[in-house]
Each structure stands twice: as structure tokens, then as C-alpha cells.
């Protein structure tokens, strides 16, 4: 499932995301295309889309155009934890 995102600027936006989303049940791997801002999820069907859009989006990172200026902030501190703990 791909799902394209607001607000990936980076590595450390990259690693936050791959971290939530593997906590999901059933998802098997995330990849993440910085420069698309495409999060590729592996081992989920259409059934958990919802789910996972609401975790991008309570993590900072909303699809296109349903982003406010709190998920914006809200990136830059998944941003910065992130890259602490890569």
C-alpha cells in the first residue's frame, strides 16, 4: 500500500514514520521515498488504510492537503526524535 504524505523533510522524518507504522498490526516492512514523500507499507490490505493515515497524521506527516500548522509542528518534533534515535 502507498500512501503519499506531507511534511517528509529527512532521514530522521523517515526513521519516525518506519518506526510508528511498524507498530501497527500486520504491517511487515515501510519504505519511504523522501523526495516523493511516498510511505510504501508491506503486509496490509485496504482494511487498515484508515489506520495508518491517522498514525501519519498524528505523527505530523497528513496526506496532501489535509495538514494543519499543528501537524506541521508536530513533524518537526517526530523529526527531531527521529534523529536521535537512528
Do not use: W
Not at 8 to 32: F, N, P, R, T
Not at 78 to 84: A, H, L, N, P, Q
Request: hydrophobic fraction near 40%; include cysteine.
Amino acid at each position: 500500500m502507498e500512501i503519499l504524505v506531507e511534511n517528509i523533510k529527512c532521514g530522521g522524518c523517515a526513521h519516525s514514520i518506519k518506526s510508528g507504522l511498524m507498530k501497527i498490526k500486520g504491517v511487515k516492512d515501510v519504505e519511504i521515498d523522501i523526495e516523493k514523500g511516498l510511505v510504501d507499507i508491506a503486509g496490509v490490505d485496504e482494511d487498515a488504510r484508515e489506520v495508518i493515515v491517522s498514525k501519519l497524521q498524528a505523527m505530523g506527516y497528513p496526506e496532501p492537503g489535509k495538514g494543519t500548522g499543528l501537524t506541521t509542528a508536530t513533524s518537526f518534533v517526530s523529526c527531531m526524535i527521529g534523529r536521535v534515535t537512528s
